[in-house]
């Protein structure tokens, strides 16, 4: 089988982790990478560059070309409508669901992010933060926020496990969710097929984690209620406790507001229709 991925190092280390669960499972799998409109276009924002699944709608072109049999993408990239025919068969892996910021010591208080979520979420905690754009790979920001170009960056914490970058000589901050709520299905790998292939579906379902599962389904179900793109501070976190995880509490950013419920997970469609219905008024 082919699996599509962008070509960054953090995606290509995705990608591998996909692919040892699936030939765990008896597949033979070739990592193909592709070069998506976000990563062609690396100086201007985001939430400039417009549009959504900036990251994805190349793979999925090679997906419904048929050129690869399914695709890797950070749960957080995934925009909230799939190109038609193709559905995520599966969520093998998920990393640390929060934000970190490295900072310099004795650094001030500009911070390199690009997030409107990020922003406006930091902006919470200091107040008299200032922020500037970057893009770039991990490596990539690290290496400015050490020149000096920045006095802090702020990351995912599942990125820089999985790729652990050099970060010596910089401190870093872990924020709690509650303290910085993460973007919708942060930290989860998203394994994208087409709809009517059945023998990769079943494949893509025996190497899903069913605790991650339940984690992207519902906040995936409230971010596509919620139909916002990149330029809009979106975040969301659901959190299973309680004996047997039958106890949901979701937090989540929309537009400034911030809202938390909790309630019974099998009725996380009610929580979230409650949720959308309150936050967009």
């Known amino acids: ?53 900036l990251f994805i709608r190349e793979l999925e072109k090679v997906l419904l070309s048929g050129a690869a049999d399914l695709a890797v993408h950070s749960g957080k990239d995934l925009p909230f409508r799939l190109a038609e025919g193709l559905v995520i068969g599966g969520v093998p892996e998920t990393g640390d669901p929060r934000d970190c910021l490295l900072r310099r010591p004795d650094a001030g208080r500009i911070i390199g992010t690009g997030s409107p979520r990020r922003q406006a979420e930091y902006r919470r905690l200091d107040p008299e933060a200032e922020f500037a754009g970057i893009r770039g790979n991990i490596n990539t920001r690290i290496e400015r926020l050490k020149e000096g170009k920045y006095d802090g960056i702020i990351l995912a ?9 050099d970060i010596s000589g910089l401190t870093a901050t872990v924020f709690s969710a509650e303290e910085m709520i993460p973007a919708p299905c942060q930290g989860i790998l998203a394994v994208e097929c087409r709809a009517d292939d059945r023998r990769i579906r079943e494949l893509l379902q025996a190497v899903t ?6 984690r992207f389904t519902a906040e995936r179900y409230l971010f596509q209620r919620l139909q916002a ?25 929309f537009r400034g507001a911030r809202m938390e419920k909790c309630g019974p997970a099998s009725g996380y469609r009610a929580l979230c229709d409650e949720i959308c219905e309150e936050i967009c008024r």
């Open 229 to 253: 793109d990149c330029a809009v501070p979106v975040g969301v976190h659901a959190e299973f406790s309680g004996t047997d995880r039958e106890e949901l509490r979701i937090r989540v950013l």
């Open 157 to 165: 914490k599942a990125g820089l496990d999985r790729l652990k970058p």
């Open 209 to 214: 984690d069913p605790q991650v599962e339940r």
């Open 1 to 53: 089988m082919i699996l599509a991925t962008r070509g960054s190092a953090l995606a290509m280390a995705q990608a591998e982790l996909v692919r040892q669960k699936l030939e765990a499972a008896g597949a033979s799998v070739t990592i193909l990478p592709v070069t998506t409109k976000g990563d062609r276009d690396r100086n201007r924002p985001l939430t400039e560059i417009g549009g959504d699944g």
